[in-house]
C-alpha cells in the first residue's frame, strides 16, 4: 500500500485541490463556452465575449534593426516552457531556454534543433528562484547580444517557470521557495530586463503565465501563519500575485504612455500534463491524470501552450488582457484580480524586496 499517498489523500490541501481546483477550471471553462449563449440571452447582465484576438507574425521593416526576434522563456526544459520555445522558434524568434539545469537545457536544445533544424535556439542558466542568478543571467544576456552583434534589446518574455513544492523550503534570498519560484523571481527577472524591454524599436512584450487556481486565492491571506506548510493555497497565491502585478504593470506602462512599447498579457494554460506534480505521490498524480481526462479537462502540452503563444502573438491592443482556451480567446479572470489598489500595495512591496535583494549582492560582491 502506498502509505503517503493514502497520508495526503487524509489531508485537507489534497482535498482543496481535488475539489477547489477542479471546480475552478470547470469554472473557467463554462464561462468560456457560455459567455456567448448568455450575452445574446441576458445582454443587460452578460457583455459579449471579445473577438478572438488574430497572430501576428513579426515583419520588421527594411530600416528595423531588428531582424530576428528575441525571445526568453523561463522553465524552458520540459512542458509548456519547452513547447512555448518550439512554437516560437517556429514563428521566427531567436529563442533564448532559461532554465536551472545544463544538462536539461542541452536536452531541450537538442530536441529543438532535431525537430526544426532551422530553428534559432540558444541555452542560457538560470534559477529563476535565485536573484545573484538573474542578475548574472542580466550580465550574460547583455554579453551575447553584444557579442553576436545584436540590438541591445529583447522583444518577448515569457514568465513560465513555476512549481508545487509540498513541503516548505528557502531559498538564498530568504523566501518560501514556491513564492519565489512562481511569483517574486518573474517579478524581479522582469524589472531588471524591463530595460532591454522598453529599448525595443519594435512592439515587445511581456507574457506571464498563470493560472485558473488564482480564482481560489484571497486578498487575506494568513496561510504562512500555520504550523502546517499549505502548499495549495500557497500555489494558488502565488499564480494569484503574478496576475496582480500582470494588470499593475499593465496599468503602469499604459498610464505613462498609452502608445507604450511595452505590453503586459497574462496566460493561464488550463490543466496540462507537465511535471509540475511530480513532488505528489505517483498513484496520486496518476488517479489526477485520469480522472481530468475522463472529464476532458487534461490537454497534452503542444495543446496547453495555445493560449501562451495566443498572448505572445496578439496584437499590443490586447494588453492587461486574460487569455484562456487558446483560439485568441481572452475572459475575466477573479474579481478581486482587478483590485488596483491591492495590486499597487503588491507591486510596492515586491518591489521594495527587489531593491533590498539587489544592495545584498551587490554587497557581498564588494567584499569578494
Known amino acids: 500500500m502506498d502509505w503517503e499517498a493514502a497520508k495526503m489523500m487524509c489531508s485537507l490541501q489534497f482535498w482543496r485541490m481535488a475539489v477547489y481546483w477542479t471546480l475552478a477550471l470547470v469554472y473557467s471553462r463554462l464561462y468560456l463556452l457560455l459567455l456567448p449563449y448568455l450575452s445574446n440571452r441576458f445582454p443587460s447582465l452578460f457583455r459579449p465575449p471579445p473577438p478572438p484576438f488574430s497572430r501576428r507574425r513579426f515583419s520588421p521593416g527594411h530600416q528595423c534593426p531588428v531582424r530576428r526576434p528575441i525571445c526568453v522563456v523561463t522553465g524552458a526544459t520540459s512542458g509548456l516552457g519547452k513547447a512555448a520555445a518550439r512554437a516560437?522558434?517556429?514563428?521566427?524568434?531567436h529563442v533564448l531556454l532559461a532554465s536551472r539545469s545544463p544538462q536539461a537545457l542541452n536536452?531541450?536544445?537538442?530536441?529543438?534543433?532535431?525537430?526544426?533544424?532551422?530553428?534559432y535556439v540558444e541555452?542560457?542558466?538560470?534559477?529563476?528562484?535565485?536573484?545573484?542568478?538573474?542578475?548574472?543571467?542580466?550580465?550574460n544576456l547583455k554579453q551575447w547580444l553584444q557579442d553576436a552583434n545584436l540590438h541591445p534589446s529583447v522583444q518577448l518574455l515569457i514568465n513560465n517557470a513555476g512549481i508545487l513544492a509540498k513541503s516548505s523550503r528557502v531559498t538564498a534570498d530568504g523566501f518560501d521557495e514556491m513564492i519565489e519560484t512562481n511569483y517574486l523571481g518573474a517579478f524581479f527577472l522582469t524589472n531588471i530586463l524591463l530595460p532591454l524591454l522598453k529599448n525595443s524599436p519594435v512592439p515587445s512584450r511581456i507574457v506571464n503565465v498563470t493560472s485558473f487556481t488564482h480564482r481560489c486565492a484571497r486578498e487575506n491571506f494568513h496561510v504562512f501563519s500555520s504550523k502546517k506548510y499549505c502548499f495549495a493555497q500557497i500555489y494558488e497565491y502565488s499564480k494569484f500575485c503574478t496576475l496582480l502585478f500582470s494588470y499593475e504593470?499593465?496599468?503602469?506602462?499604459?498610464?505613462?504612455?498609452?502608445?507604450?512599447?511595452?505590453?503586459?498579457?497574462a496566460a493561464d494554460p488550463g490543466f496540462v500534463e507537465t511535471n509540475i506534480m511530480r513532488e505528489l505521490p505517483p498513484s496520486l498524480r496518476k488517479l489526477a491524470f485520469m480522472v481530468l481526462g475522463f472529464l476532458h479537462l487534461l490537454q497534452s502540452p503542444e495543446i496547453g501552450v495555445g493560449s501562451i503563444i495566443d498572448a505572445a502573438l496578439a496584437s499590443p491592443e490586447a494588453?492587461?488582457?486574460?487569455?484562456?482556451?487558446?483560439?485568441g480567446r481572452t475572459i475575466k479572470s477573479s474579481p478581486v484580480s482587478y483590485d488596483a489598489k491591492l495590486s499597487k500595495e503588491l507591486w510596492l512591496c515586491s518591489y521594495e524586496l527587489l531593491q533590498e535583494c539587489k544592495?545584498?549582492?551587490?554587497?557581498?560582491?564588494?567584499?569578494?
Open 359 to 368: 544592495s545584498r549582492i551587490v554587497n557581498l560582491s564588494k567584499l569578494d
Open 249 to 265: 504593470l499593465h496599468r503602469q506602462l499604459y498610464a505613462m504612455d498609452s502608445a507604450s512599447v511595452v505590453s503586459v498579457m
Open 123 to 139: 541555452a542560457f542558466q538560470l534559477d529563476i528562484s535565485s536573484m545573484h542568478s538573474i542578475m548574472k543571467f542580466e550580465c
Open 88 to 93: 516560437l522558434a517556429a514563428e521566427g524568434y
Open 107 to 119: 536536452k531541450a536544445v537538442w530536441e529543438i534543433k532535431k525537430h526544426d533544424p532551422n530553428a
Open 319 to 327: 494588453s492587461g488582457k486574460y487569455f484562456y482556451g487558446a483560439k
